[in-house]
């Protein structure tokens, strides 16, 4: 049985990662890191139903030496490094904890591919983020880069450092520069599933005003379930290389407000504000990708349109919401208005 090491295995990516390689018949490792709120930490996991099916242990990406106990314990035959600090938005408040977990931490994790278990694939998490201030209309692997904030310099250095790895040892090192992807497993922060769950609140009467930021930056957004099978992809090629994974179409934030409040029977301009606190010290104007070479060589191609995909959340969250107004103790439902 293939063994695979998933690090970010209770983020979104991670649990459709963890639920793919499961169906694929792996056994499937997760490096988890300590919280005082253990009892939510496998939410994600929980919600797929493969929580009871992968074998988590303790560990954290800044600590080497947790990082080279897994990998001695485990010896995978696939590692993949989707770990991270990943809001963007964060990363210019907190740059050094980025540059450690988000960079440094990926190169913890080649080193103990390279110094226990040189025989293992390894695939990085790189982001179309790196791409930033774009130098082509549409992004693909010739595409030089331009990052933006924090973050993106910290993916870069990661990104690198993957390829400097394959090149310089031989290892089995590749990456993805993966455009955004959204689910109903996104974190509330990012703004697809902070407009999703916004409409759900206000269609149910628990809101009635949605705050955003810059309306006007595009993102070329698929759904996570469509690209962690594009990792996968990437590890079962003979020679490794670097793949962006994108649909290929951009929408604007506006755009994505109309499409998500329409989906629910409402006006987006009723509820919609904006605020200069959410806007960002560096944008990200538009990111478009262009994913000719993973269609090609990986024979990879998105299933869900970005309407079916924000249909998907909305209903989520509805059903969320319901559930929790539905199981609130009476006291609180009644503080609360509800
Ligand atoms: P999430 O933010 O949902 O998940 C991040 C994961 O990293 C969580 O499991 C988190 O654990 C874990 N983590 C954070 N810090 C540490 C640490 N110090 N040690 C161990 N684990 C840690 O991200 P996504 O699933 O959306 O993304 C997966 C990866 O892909 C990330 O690297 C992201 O930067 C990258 N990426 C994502 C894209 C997207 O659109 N989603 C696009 C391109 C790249 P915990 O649950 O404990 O917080
Ligand atoms: P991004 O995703 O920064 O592209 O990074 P996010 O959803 O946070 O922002 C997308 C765009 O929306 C604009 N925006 C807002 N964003 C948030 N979060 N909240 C708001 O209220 C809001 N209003 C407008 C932003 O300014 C931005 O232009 C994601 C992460 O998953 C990264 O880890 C990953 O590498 C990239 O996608 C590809």
Redesign the pocket.
């Known amino acids: 049985m293939r063994k695979a090491l998933i690090?970010?295995?209770?983020?979104?990516?991670?649990a459709y990662l963890a639920q793919l390689l499961l169906r694929e018949g792996y056994e499937v490792y997760g490096?988890?890191?300590r919280?005082a709120s253990a009892e939510l930490?496998g939410e994600r996991l929980r919600w797929l139903g493969v929580i009871d099916d992968v074998r988590l242990i303790d560990?954290?990406?800044?600590d080497l030496s947790s990082v080279l106990r897994i990998m001695a314990e485990v010896k995978p035959d696939e590692v993949y490094?989707?770990?991270?600090?990943?809001?963007v938005h964060a990363s210019w408040q907190q740059p050094l904890l980025t540059g450690n977990?988000?960079g440094i931490?990926a190169v913890n994790v080649l080193e103990a591919v390279r110094l226990v278990h040189p025989a293992a694939r390894f695939y990085q998490?790189?982001?179309?983020?790196m791409f930033g201030k774009i130098q082509a209309a549409l992004q693909n692997e010739t595409t030089p880069f331009y990052p933006r904030s924090p973050?993106a310099a910290a993916?870069l250095y990661a990104h690198w450092m993957t390829v400097n790895y394959r090149e310089s040892f031989g290892l089995h090192c590749s990456s993805g520069i993966?455009?955004?992807?959204?689910s109903p497993l996104?974190?509330i922060e990012f703004v697809t599933r902070k407009v999703t769950d916004g409409v759900a609140r206000i269609k149910l009467g628990l809101a009635s005003e949605l705050k955003l930021g810059n309306l006007d930056a595009t993102r070329d957004w698929g759904h996570?379930r469509d690209y962690v099978r594009a990792m996968w992809l990437m590890l079962q090629q003979e020679t490794p290389d670097d793949y962006v994974v994108a649909t290929g179409r951009t929408t604007s934030i506006r755009a994505l407000c109309a499409m998500a409040f329409g989906y629910a029977g409402l006006d987006w301009t009723a509820y919609v504000h904006t605020s200069s606190d959410l806007l960002r010290p560096a944008e990200v104007d538009v990111l478009h990708g262009d994913a000719t070479k993973a269609r090609t060589t990986l024979g990879w191609a998105p299933t869900c349109t970005l309407e079916e995909m924000v249909a998907e959340m909305v209903e989520a969250d509805l059903a969320r919401h319901r559930a929790r107004t539905a199981t609130r103790p009476p006291t609180e439902a009644l503080l609360a208005g509800g």
């Open positions: 690090t970010g295995i209770t983020g979104q990516d991670g490096l988890l890191r919280s930490i560990g954290d990406l800044s490094n989707l770990a991270a600090q990943s809001f977990i988000t931490g998490a790189s982001s179309s983020e973050y993916k993966l455009f955004n992807h959204e996104r974190g996570a």
